[in-house]
């Protein structure tokens, strides 16, 4: 079956970097569109960045020049390296396959602090 395993969020200080990995399973990743969507207390899941099977990649406008979205299709895996941290970065973020059927991960929690 489907499988998104999330791993490398964590506690970080403000202007501080994280990197999320999401390690896929259970079906074709190198054709699927991928992404990350976050999840802050109180707040509606919002999307973070996606990439496509092609390399082409997609920012939310809160994230533009601070993260970056990148695939291992070797390694079944899709990234989003995460600079310049800000406190409203803190979240629970979640991968997510975007073809059809969508599936989630079960989510990484990410903290900055001021």
């Known amino acids: 079956q489907v499988q998104l395993v999330e791993s490398g969020g964590g506690l970080v200080q403000a202007g501080g970097s994280l990197r999320l990995s999401c390690a896929a399973s259970g079906f074709t990743f190198r054709i699927d569109r991928m992404g990350w969507y976050r999840q802050a207390p109180g707040k509606q899941r919002d999307l973070v960045a996606h990439i496509g099977s092609d390399g082409s990649t997609y920012y939310a406008d809160s994230v533009k020049g601070r993260f970056t979205i990148s695939r291992d299709n070797a390694e079944n895996t899709v990234y989003l390296q995460m600079n310049s941290l800000k406190p409203e970065d803190t979240a629970v973020y979640y991968c997510?396959?975007?073809?059809?059927?969508?599936?989630w991960g079960q989510g990484t929690q990410v903290t900055v602090s001021s």
């Open positions: 997510v396959r975007l073809s059809l059927p969508v599936q």
